[in-house]
């Protein structure tokens, strides 16, 4: 095992493989607040992606909501639960990584799951952790609660899929750290399936081999957003680059939003994969379960978001979520708008970061017609 | 990592010295005919002499399955100047062929040195420099064959879905979502026979070739496999062993149970078995 640096644990860590960070790395943010699960996202990656035979189950990218929706099956608690108990604090994380945790004989500790785990994509949907007893009413973090989570593969700077496959079927671009499967190595040990801890690699029964996200590298290399990303109406997502914690650039969005203003957060940090998308954590959620999934920066992130209207700067990357299909390399707030520029520093996109204000008459004279209170 | 390889490589070789002296030598006896030879149940096995390979669990590299099932394979060779073929048996309860997520297919190879007359490779698929052939027979293969290649429908009953882009479009158009078959992948189909022709120097470079010589057939039947694997003494293939009557080479065997769980490098394994080519 080499030593590696995993900034999100903030220690070097064991890796079968040397660090060798990719020259620009593949990332994504999520704003849970936002997200309603509405699946489109979900829908706009199966039919662009996986409507072969052998994909009907696949869903690179699905939305689950939490405590207890998961795809596949238990997933997340399935993986916790064989990691057992770990110290949580950070910034120097002291618990295992799953690499740690391997067992003799093996490179990583994983599970693979029953093909029946996936038998219901959406279990759990809107279920939330209890009743609200007659008269009680919410307060913050809510006593009760759910919150969705979008998923899609985490395209990890030490990925567990390629460290467990044993043929080198799985690579990771050196320039832009997307992670690939090679559906012609590939023999369909599964072993990436078993190594993955988000399972987010699936077996194609119908190919005998298995496949996986591919962070829509050909959209990407045209300078253009993940489907998932480009077609979600809620605007809770951005996908771009972001840069290692010792190279942070403050005017690339991604790297304002994890690394300088630290509101959006890994999921599962203490895995050890380094995984490249980020969750604003949801502000309702009581931190003690967020801590868990995102690390222990929670608290923070919650204080810090729920301070935006006051920070400028962190208004306007949030409010350049959606705002344009082409990846936003840089960006600056420009009097009462924010600016997104390409990797060439030209202007892609413009967006006001409060929305005007119209007021309509209620009678239009000119139609002569009244019209109805809606927006 | 290397250093990691090279130990793990020589602790393989004193297992494989180890095992060679208790090992029974097989030999390939002279029979007649000419052709392949792929049938399990013909009468012309009972002209050699089986032969027990005791079979390890793969505990050299990761991955691993320490209580691999197999235990033992009986091991039979003939050949009949053109053929060499190799009837391999062993008790295994149950009948794996399906392959989905969870469930894994029973497989049995053979292995040969490329160059039976020079330094021997590693008994663990070979090593740089000291390349190895491997015949590998797939039960899933097999059941491609004589019952057809898996359907969506055939795996999974209750499966629907509205339509599938070689419905709506031409087989060119509709290749990039057909994924590792449309490359071709020759783990996913077997085409004309259940095993697979390839050739390896170490861990992870197992390769299929690009010319498949070896034949063979399997039968289940009472809870114990009867596996035929062959391949013609001599062709043109460079990746291949050319035997001659007279020569004295190795043997080594890898066998997968699949109703336990065992795929890749997660196998039951023999060190090398002294093969002679009867004249």
Redesign the interface.
Known sequence: M?KVYNWQIGREMDY??EGKRPEKQFGMIFDTNKCIACQTCTVACKTTWT??????YMYWNNVETKPYGYYPLGWDVNILDKLGVQEMGGPVYQGKTLFDAAP????ILGY????ID?AHPNIGEDDCTGLMTQGAHLTMPHMQWMFYLPRICNHCTYPACLA?C???SIYKRPEDGIVLLD??R??????C?RGCPYKKVY???????S?KCIGCYPAVEGGRQTQCTMTCIGKIRIQGFLDAPDKVSEDNPLDYLVHVKKVALPLYPQFGLEPNTYYIPPIHVPPAYLRQMFGWGVEQAIATYRKVSEDPKLLGALTLFGATPEISHYFRVDGDSVVGYDAKQAEIARVPIKEPVVIREVYDSKHRAFRTNIT | MRARLSAAVLSALVFWACGAEAQAPLTAVRVRGAGPIVEPTASVWKQSRAVKVAMLPQTVTPPQKPDAAIKELVVRAIHNGGWVAFLIEWRDPTLSNRIVLDNFGDQVAVQLPLDPKGAVPSPMMGNAGGRVNIMQWRAAFQNDIEVGPPTVQGLYPNAWADVYPDELMSAADARPYTGALGLENPISRGVATAVLDQMAEGWGSMTVKPDQHALGRGTWRDGVWRVVITRPMVSDDVNAPRLLPGDRTVAGFAVWEGGNREVGARKAWAPWVPLVIGR
Request: hydrophobic share 20%.
């Open positions: 080499a079968p493989y409507t072969g035979r052998g994909q009907e003799t004989g093996e490179v693979l799951p029953d093909d996936y467990a044993p043929r080198q559906q012609s590939c023999r369909g040990y599964r072993e399936v077996f194609n029964a119908h190919t005998r081999v496949e």
